[in-house]
């Protein structure tokens, strides 16, 4: 004997609510975005734009500690750049391509899950123009506080040998 099925909802069944929306995915930077930033704001750029990504994946932690961490690494390649005795181009060069590979292994193992995620979700990533323009201004910035720090005067006497 079949049972009829019933079309509309018991009136002793418990109420439903209404289908919760999914939350929104916010818009990352993509990897291109990122190696843009840092080759127009020396290297600070793209761990800059980290910081954002993270701070779109909910990561707030992690958005603080990717500045200082690209920091930390810039002022090492600074100090090996003074200890190596090797011609400047060929220095530049290797410096800056082993900074974008670090780069991007860092981005693709934090990010590269959410990015796919965001991807897969039709979401688009961040603007291309505002990945550069974080570099320059970036760059701007440094620039502008290396000038005022030659304007404070310093006097330093040290004793002759």
């Not at 704001?41 to 994946?57: K, Q, T, Y």
């Not at 958005?63 to 690209?70: E, F, N, S």
């Not at 002022?75 to 200890?83: E, H, L, M, N, P």
């Not at 201004?137 to 000038?147: E, G, S, W």
Request: a positive charge; proline letters at 9%.
């Amino acid at each position: 004997m079949e049972r009829p099925v019933a079309t509309e909802p018991s009136p002793y069944a418990a109420p439903r609510a209404a289908a919760t929306p999914e939350p929104r995915l916010a818009p990352m930077f993509g990897y291109a975005s990122a190696v843009l930033a840092s080759v127009l704001g020396l290297g600070i750029g793209g761990a800059i734009v980290m910081a954002f990504n993270f701070l779109a994946m909910g990561r707030p932690r992690a958005a603080v500690a990717t500045p200082v961490l690209g920091i930390g690494m810039l002022v090492c390649f600074g100090w090996a750049a003074t200890k190596l005795q090797v011609p400047v181009p060929v220095l530049r060069w290797s410096a800056g391509g082993l900074w974008l590979a670090i780069l991007l292994v860092a981005m693709h193992w934090s990010q590269g899950r959410a990015l796919a995620l965001r991807r897969a979700a039709g979401v688009r990533t961040r603007s291309w123009w505002l990945a550069p323009g974080i570099g320059l201004l970036l760059h701007l910035a440094l620039l502008a506080a290396f000038l005022a720090m030659s304007r404070v005067p310093i006097s330093i006497d040290l004793p002759a040998p």
